[in-house]
């Protein structure tokens, strides 16, 4: 029975190969993402390895702002000279020293921009000595308070030299320094991580980077000769308190390793998305090979049955042939994998500078994973043709043609209790009742309702749009040929289908928050010009607060509303806030409408807060929260009023002067515009931005440049998702390539009687490029259907996060029509250059 089956197999490789080119994407994707992370774990670890290998010990107070985002820096407080006595203090401690070293520095470029970022943190510092990690490559350390040293990878990048005039953003307005001095570090890097760093003299670094002239952002501790690190640090805690962290060298390069790892872990999500979409719609194409191998094989299938085959030996031959299809492809996929690990590891690496790649890796997990992710999938697909086949009596079959038909009412049940528990966990999904499992879970039991269902609608749907073709002979024969086989046409359009449908879904959901945003800037914001940061709500922009005073003086502004943006904490939950230098103002330039209480005021010891956090922190005027800012002691507050939800403003509002003693920076975020009627906006906006020269991380932007700026996230989603839905084109392609492949081999006396009667070659070729086109449209048509109610009902069901408004992506819909069209035309090359040369004779003496 296995040489049988192997024979088989080899008869019919190319088809199986074809199938098994969806395995292959999939594992691809999966072992890449594997082979990436464990290629930049180790190059990360092995960069960050020695940072910190001058410290025996450090100590910090710990942050009282814990940060949502992994990356973004909490605020240190300062430890004072005090603290560091203590320290020295402790038996077992050689030297305890103070040193400044916090996140936060921007150096400006020749060009008058900040120099961008390379992948790692923007350190300010108190000059190091030199060491075995720091040394000097050109001129000397800062002496004077005016003098900095700027890392080597900095230093190029911004295109500076010993004696060149900078200037740098801190936590204070820009200044200016002259570089003295240019450093690396050991191994002849210019970087650690992509990290950024300008060394100050200590005043200096104290003022700027933590806000006074008599703290350190930590405590170096050398642990004596003899004396044990665990024990010392044991000593440390205990002297100084719960309220400090101790760590050692090794656990500080661990941290900060662990922090640069946020945009290989965005890389991995990415890639598994394209291996998720790759096995879902590889496993119709998987399903529909064996179901029609398997069909045109009945009467061989038969025959064995009839000479004693049973029917576990029939399932175990088919699944042998999908066994040895899965191995193959696993192994493909995994050599594929690899190569692409390789390449985005190395594409990675050159977007942080000084990052150096290490060996590549293929963990054991990757290749585990990737021959189980393949051969289940290959096998799991090929068990439902298999056991249907085993079911049929040897005698019938025999009887049968291969295409024979049937009633298929248990598949009919199937889908239709499948799409209604699909449809079920979406509603609890999207209704807040369930999370991200419940909505994926439910969107894929959804999709494999609609694709056992869709066989009820296949023939009519075909017929319907095979009519835009049927004027000629080959587009009414290409016609009838798609409608023929339902079941067929219908698994072979869900590779489609479902592509579309996720692209289509996610587009409409983009295009209603969309427009929903365009529609609330347009109706609500009254500035007629914006000062801030390219990502929109980014605090870590900054506006000199002395230019929006000489801003406020230009003849034809008529106000000028400055806001700071920064984390707090309510309870053990960060809470973003903001803070507005004139309130009465900020209410005015952004349409706030009172919900509850009143806005018209911020006095003193009071936050307003918008309808959705009020919701969930489950507050109301005259409700007291209390309210840890980055700096100074946690602050309790009354609620007096909360506002209606704003595309513009969200979250707690606390007063100004909470804001310059307690937020991360003293100046502002953003600032907003009111212009004189009948004053030149142009030319204003070119005053502006002169004044604002000296803040260069904000630019002006008219109010269709905020719509702009905000519809750019949108953008790159769509991209995003644009990339998955060309995965599943592409396994698309290859299920109607393989469908229309068989179908000939299927219909070879057919089609020879066709040619014996008058059909040219170039008739033949029309007849079959006009079936492949009917079943890719009927695909694109169904998805399009199926993701735009998708789409609108999570859109709907997102109205709390401020969608407010429905919107279909029409040009794009159209543009997924043109496409499947597209793709129909390709997959019909090389099945209809087949059909279309078959000897006629041999044709219609076949079988």
Known sequence: MLKLT???LLSRKLRLVLSGLAVVLAVMFVSGAMVIKDTLNRSIDAQFAGAYADIDLHVALKPKVKSPAEDDAAVIPPVDRAAVDRAAGVAGVAEASGMVLAEGAR??????????????????????????????????????????????????????????????????????FVVAGVFGYSGNRDSIGGEQTVAFTEPVAQRLML????????????????????TVRSALGKELGAGYDVLTGKELAQKASDKSRGILDMMNMLLLGFAGVAVFVGVFLIVNTFSIIIAQRMRELALLRALGASRKQMIG????????????????????????GALGADLLASSTDGLQ??????????????????????????????????????????????????????????????????????????????????????????????????????????????????????????????????????????????????VTAISTVAASAEDSVTR?????????????????????????????????????????????????????????????????????????KAAEGSIDTLAPGSVIMNESTAESRGAKVGDRITLQLQRGDTHTYRVSGVFADSTLSSGLVVPWADAEAGFRSKQPSQAYFQLAGGADESQLRTQIETLLKDSPEVSVQTRDDVIKMFSGGFAMMLTIVQALLGVAMLIAVLGIVNTLALSILERTKEMGTLRAIGLSRGQTVRMIMTESVVISLFGAVLGIVVGGALGLAAARAMEDQGVSQLSLPWGQMLAYLVGAAIVGVIASIAPARRGSRLNVLAAISHG
């Open 357 to 502: 790649v290490a060996s590549l890796g293929v963990p054991a997990g990757a290749v585990v994973t990737s021959f189980a992710v393949g051969i289940l999938v290959t096998m799991m697909s090929a068990l439902v043709p298999a056991v249907r086949a085993s079911k049929v009596p040897p005698v019938a079959v025999i009887r049968a043609t291969a295409t024979q038909q049937g009633k298929h009412r248990k598949q009919t049940w199937t889908g239709t209790v499948m799409l209604g528990l699909g449809g079920l966990l979406l509603v609890l999904g999207l209704s807040g009742t369930g999370g991200a499992t419940t909505i994926i879970s439910g969107v894929l039991l959804a999709f494999i309702g609609v694709s056992l269902l869709t066989p009820l609608i296949s023939k009519p749907s075909v017929e319907v749009l095979g009519a835009l073709f049927a004027r000629s002979t080959p587009g009414a024969l290409g016609r009838s040929n798609s409608a023929r086989n339902p079941r067929r046409t219908a698994i072979t359009a869900s590779a489609m289908m479902i592509g579309v449908a996720l």
């Open 107 to 176: 150096v400006i470029g020749k060009d008058g921009k900040v120099v961008p970022g390379t992948g790692g943190p923007r350190y300010g510092e108190s000059w190091r000595e030199e060491s075995g990690l720091i040394s000097l490559r050109s001129g000397h350390e800062p002496r004077a308070d005016n003098e900095v040293a700027l890392n080597a990878g900095l230093a190029e990048k911004a295109g500076l030299k010993v004696g060149d005039q900078v200037g740098v953003l801190t936590n204070e307005p820009k200044q200016n």
């Open 211 to 230: 806000g006074r002239s008599d703290g350190y952002s930590g405590i170096k501790v050398t642990v004596a000769d003899g004396a044990s690190a665990d």
């Open 520 to 592: 609330d800037i347009r109706r609500d914001l009254k500035a007629d010009l914006v000062a801030m940061g390219e990502a929109g709500s980014a605090s870590s922009a900054s506006v000199d607060p002395a230019a929006l005073a000489r801003i406020a003086e230009v003849p034809g502004v008529e106000s000028v509303a400055a806001v700071s943006m920064d984390t707090a904490m309510v309870g053990k939950e960060s809470q973003p806030v903001t803070s507005w230098q004139d309130w009465t103002k900020a209410r005015e330039v952004l349409g706030l």
């Open 317 to 340: 031959s088919v699944l042998t042939e999908s066994f040895v299809v899965g191995l193959v492809s696993s192994a493909l996929g995994l050599a594929a994998g690899v190569g692409i």
């Open 6 to 8: 192997l024979k088989s």
